[in-house]
């Protein structure tokens, strides 16, 4: 459904916080169903990442969470719905694109970003990224990426490639099961990512 019909359904709800998960559901599944089939968001047209970034915005205003920067939600394991990036990390691997994780460990402070190509079952090549992140402000992160590493039917062809680059991600939703952030690296512009949880579920 178009944003504008959203924006007028969260402007009947009463003020305040408490109702943001029961208006957050609807936005979440629309945003999931846009992003299907447009391979991470790589080949969206003008029109559908309008609205995906439309619908972002209202489901911004909903944000439950207070502290994002150092919300205990983060933690577990995360699936990329969208992004408006054209690089490696909406999952583009020479000319496939693959499937995009992220597996955030808060007690070791450390997170790993992983793009899956082959099928469902089967990762015939697997990049994995290892990053730390310092909390910046209260919605905002600076991430360190420390390595990279890539594998072939799960043998190591390239393993714990030393890196030295760093993003901002400025965090602007997030509760038990979706994310939404704004990542920056250098002079580059903002980029928007859209993440579920995995195993989670937006059917309806």
């Not at 992003?35 to 970034?53: E, F, K, Y």
């Not at 079952?121 to 697997?126: E, Q, S, W």
């Not at 402000?137 to 680059?165: C, E, Y």
């Not at 939703?173 to 952030?181: G, M």
Request: overall charge positive; glycine content about 8%.
């Amino acid at each position: 459904m178009a944003p504008l019909f959203w924006a007028c359904v969260l402007a009947a709800l009463p003020a305040g916080r408490a109702a943001a998960p029961a208006a957050a559901r609807p936005l979440k599944s629309s945003i999931v169903r846009l992003a299907a089939g447009t391979q991470n968001g790589l080949t969206a047209d003008v029109s559908t990442a309008a609205q995906i970034q439309a619908l972002a915005k209202l489901l911004e205003e909903l944000n439950p969470t207070a502290h994002l920067a150092t919300s205990e939600l983060v933690d577990g394991q995360w699936q990329l719905v969208y992004t408006s990036t054209s690089g490696g990390s909406a999952g583009k691997i020479g000319p496939f694109v693959g499937r995009v994780e992220q597996h955030f460990d808060l007690r070791q402070g450390r997170y790993k970003n992983f793009v899956h190509l082959g099928p469902q079952a089967i990762d015939l090549v697997t990049g994995e990224l290892q990053a730390t992140w310092d909390v910046l402000g209260d919605a905002l992160w600076r991430v360190n990426f420390k390595s990279i590493s890539f594998f072939l039917l799960g043998l190591p062809i390239v393993k714990d490639k030393p890196l030295s680059q760093c993003g901002t991600w400025r965090l602007v939703y997030t509760d038990d099961d979706f994310r939404i952030l704004w990542a920056q690296g250098g002079t580059k512009p903002e980029n928007i990512y859209v993440l579920k949880r995995t195993g989670a579920s937006f059917d309806r």
